[in-house]
């Protein structure tokens, strides 16, 4: 098939590329001239594990294309995938404006049937402005052609997007139209020869799929990290909780990893978002309020146990950072737990000692060049002068480590761990100040 991606970021590129990779023939449109240029040179904007050589394996093979010109786009695929950004406005409700500029810019070149596919995460009803804003469009121009309008959500984890492309549980696709429905199972057949995966159902259901499931999977977060923090007051290893729990099939082990709060560019601005959509329909989503309010608390943790280990005074302090990425086979920083700390530190008069496998550029090109900032190669280099040590992501590289080794490099023994990594009677007997989630230096005496 001939397929059209608009946006050449995280959700566009995988997509495209994995279609492509299938035998489509895909073009990716974006308005930034230099990621297009970028992206001819063989430079992959993002990090995802097996994309860079996915992307330059179609690329040779002519599946896969890239593009600045939008009439070209446009005229390209009969599947037009909408897959831009839908950024938190300032009232936490998602950003619309590149998804509806993208509508007007089909209605403005399409001149045959064109399905028109939400792949951005998107509001309910959104379909419905998308449809309005092609058919005004069209309208502008004084013509009468042919379009429908569906919604197809992505459901890809950062770090394992191409996995989740390809062998994902479901494809949700949201229409009424017959025609749609057999386009769509065309498109995605090579990922459904296994066993059935396509649920059609209303539009307004597939953009509410999409929310729904980010919003349980945010909850799963809270509610460990607030049972986390219960542990912790009550003397209970929450390590041993999560096991308890998680045995039940019920529950299950997903997602009930306490730690420093989740972040990321999906549920942060998602529940967010479907707690507007909610107050809009004059609902008072108490649920997701809290879920997003304990996860704000929850990024302040590792500051303020940083904080107590050193009396309330870390000025002049230079502090060891391990992981600066949200979660692990990443570079993507937004919302990540490492940001509170660094600018908390910094606040306090702190020096930050920063390594992470993947998002160092992503760091620097945040927060530029700083005196109280240092990228380093390494995580040895990290800790080398340090005062102490805080851990934010979970890398493999970091879960491993000689703890009498440790001990030797820090000014003083404290390790504040965002993921808890290790056990803390194995701190402990190094001589080390441990201070985990839910395990916390109250537990240091405690077995694993």
Not at 284 to 303: C, G, H, I, M, Y
Not at 438 to 447: E, T, V
Request: contains cysteine.
């Amino acid at each position: 098939m001939k397929i059209t991606i608009f946006g050449t970021g995280y959700v566009g590129l995988v997509t495209g590329t994995c279609l492509a990779d299938v035998g489509h023939d895909v073009v990716c449109m974006d308005v930034d001239a230099d990621k297009i240029a970028r992206l001819h040179e063989g430079e992959i904007p993002i990090f995802e594990p097996g994309l860079e050589s996915m992307v330059t394996a179609n690329v040779a093979a002519g599946r896969l294309r890239f593009t600045t010109d939008s009439a070209e786009a446009v005229a390209h695929g009969r599947l037009q995938f909408i897959a831009v950004g839908t950024p938190p406005d300032e009232d936490g409700s998602a950003d619309l404006k590149y998804v509806l500029a993208v509508a007007k810019t089909i209605g403005e070149h399409m001149d045959e049937h064109k399905v028109i596919v939400d792949k951005s995460t998107v509001p309910v009803g959104t379909a419905d402005r998308v449809r309005a804003a092609v058919a005004s469009t069209l309208a502008e121009r004084g013509v009468e052609i042919d379009f429908d309008v569906c919604s197809n959500p992505e459901f890809l984890k950062e770090g394992a997007a191409i996995e989740d492309f390809s062998g994902g549980a479901r494809i949700v696709v949201g229409t009424d139209s017959e025609r749609v429905k057999a386009l769509m199972r065309e498109c995605y057949s090579p990922y459904n020869r296994n066993h059935e995966k396509m649920m059609f159902m209303d539009v307004r259901a597939a953009e509410l799929t999409k929310y729904a499931a980010n919003a349980m999977l945010a909850t799963k977060i809270s509610f460990m990290n607030e049972i986390a923090n219960l542990a912790e007051r009550l003397g209970a290893d929450v390590e041993q909780v999560r096991q308890g729990i998680g045995s039940d099939p019920r529950i299950g082990y997903h997602f009930i990893y306490p730690g420093c709060g989740y972040g990321g560019s999906c549920f942060p601005k998602d529940v967010q978002a479907l707690a507007r959509t909610a107050g809009e329909v004059d609902y008072p989503a108490d649920l997701l309020n809290a879920v997003e309010s304990v996860n704000r608390r929850q990024k302040s943790t590792l500051f303020a146990k940083l904080n107590q280990a050193f009396d309330g005074d870390l000025s002049g302090k230079t502090i060891a950072l391990w992981g600066l990425a949200f979660k692990p086979n990443t570079d993507d920083m937004r919302d990540a737990p490492s940001r509170d700390v660094m600018e908390a530190l910094w606040a306090a008069g702190a020096r930050v000692q920063a390594y992470d496998p993947e998002a160092m550029k992503e760091c620097r090109r945040i927060y530029g060049e700083r005196d109280d900032l240092v990228l380093v190669a390494d995580r040895i280099q990290a800790v080398k002068g340090a005062d102490a040590l805080v851990i934010c992501t979970e890398w493999k590289e970091f879960r491993i480590l000689d703890f009498d080794w440790l001990k030797a490099q820090l000014a003083m023994p404290v390790v504040v761990d965002g993921r808890n990594l290790f056990s803390p009677k194995a701190v402990k007997d190094a001589g080390l100040m441990y201070y985990a989630v839910g395990r916390g230096d109250s537990l240091a005496s405690a077995s694993a």
